[in-house]
């Protein structure tokens, strides 16, 4: 069996009592690097780690399908849900493809996105879009048509991947449109390192939102036009009569 | 202090090591009558609970505040991630408009929508949205708007509170419009009771989705138009070269 875990979003304690279980009885445990240090803790010196860099995915899963293939119970980790923008879908896509007789299993974790609001506040209490800036898999044409239906049609808005060194273009269309469309007053939360050491959060306005602040460790949530900020905390109201 | 705690889809296997042991320390635990009993061996004699029914929401949070207030930890709590058409929200939203000085923290939990995603395979690993159906809250017409936008935008769509015995023609409306807009093949996951007795898992397309089939219980997902189904798995492809 080759499990497909998400570890959540950093720290152990934001890991499902599930992933914990499975984590400690497998044989192989397959990882990008960053992420096999966060479950450090778990792992015994009886099970087999296997590593590699970032975008070496198809490497991981090559391996961990091998390791399973071979008899070994093995894991596959993603930081937050392995299902959001992790290793659930490649795993999935290559077993399928090259047909593989292999049983997989996703064990669901919480995901950064779910992690950056409660940091935050609620900010995701009403119907939100979970965003991608990165254009190494999407053509940007697309990833623009999502922002432009996001801020039209007044979705609270989470940004992975929302800017890094080489790319920073992405952000810069995505405030300039929303500010377009929303007030520049409507609040923005951003959230650095969620849940691991160094956890930064900054909660600030569309037209003040720090552009050069972010970076591929931050997640951005965008508020609706009914989102408020009080006490420190990013609201999106749902309509209760309170 | 006051806890809103997200116990996750269902079964405690899914619940986060933090929210465990909150829960196990807190004096007061107040929520819904369905989401106290699925933490009942989680409970010790020793805490009080407090419950009300469905749509009681406000009379939850006040005696919430009550508790936190006279002293007692407290800890309250929702299904799937409390800041996901949950609880946090709306405890935020009363702490402010009333000026309540007291301390709230958020602790996340895997959101039904990831739990149902990782029943169903991989259908959420490109740009998502989630979409509660429900007209209480919210008006329809605002529920139309962002419905359209999720169509046209190729969003993979998450639709919560899908359709109930009362409220029909949200669903019909969302089915006939994503057939406007996506082919009829367009693969659809429906998981019922994710992660409790009685999990039914249903995959079908646009065409055939079976809106009787439908309830509260239900959550439904919407593949993208590069969706599809291989060996029972629903899968949402990322451009990963594999």
Same mark, same amino acid.
């Given at each position: 069996m080759?499990?497909?875990?998400?570890?959540?979003?950093?720290?152990?304690?934001?890991?499902?009592?599930?992933?914990?279980?499975?984590?400690?009885?497998?044989?192989?445990i397959v990882g990008y690097k960053t992420y096999l240090k966060l479950i450090k803790d778990i792992i015994s010196q009886n099970q087999i780690t296997y590593t590699s860099g970032m975008r070496e995915e198809?490497?991981?899963i090559e391996? +961990?399908?091998? @390791?399973?293939? %071979? /008899?070994?119970?093995?894991?596959?980790?993603?930081?937050?849900? +392995?299902?959001? @923008?992790?290793? %659930? /879908?490649?795993?999935?896509?290559l077993i399928t493809k090259k047909n593989y007789q292999i049983d997989v299993e996703v064990i669901p974790g919480v995901p950064a996105a779910n992690a950056a609001a409660a940091v935050l506040g609620a900010p995701l209490m009403h119907d939100y879009v979970t965003i991608s800036l990165s254009d190494i898999l999407t053509p940007w044409e697309q990833i623009k048509k999502r922002i432009k239906?996001?801020?039209?049609?007044?979705?609270?808005?989470?940004?992975?991947?929302p800017r890094s060194s080489r790319r920073k273009k992405q952000l810069n269309f995505t405030k300039e449109y929303f500010l377009d469309k929303r007030s520049p007053e409507t609040p923005v939360g951003i959230v650095r390192n969620i849940s691991r050491e160094g956890q930064e959060k900054l909660l600030t306005t569309l037209e003040k939102l720090p552009l050069e602040k972010v970076d591929m460790l931050s997640t951005v949530i965008i508020?609706?036009?009914?989102?408020?900020?009080?006490?420190?905390?990013?609201?999106?109201?749902?309509?209760?009569?309170?």
């Open positions: 080759l499990y497909i875990i998400g570890i959540g979003p950093g720290s152990n304690q934001k890991m499902t009592i599930e992933a914990n279980n499975i984590l400690q009885k497998v044989d192989v198809k490497d991981r391996k +961990a399908i091998e @390791y399973t293939a %071979a /008899g070994n119970k093995t894991a596959i980790i993603s930081s937050g849900d +392995a299902g959001v @923008y992790g290793m %659930a /879908g490649p795993v999935m896509e239906a996001a801020a039209q049609a007044d979705f609270v808005t989470v940004l992975y991947n508020g609706n036009s009914q989102s408020y900020i009080s006490e420190g905390k990013l609201i999106t109201p749902r309509g209760y009569n309170l």
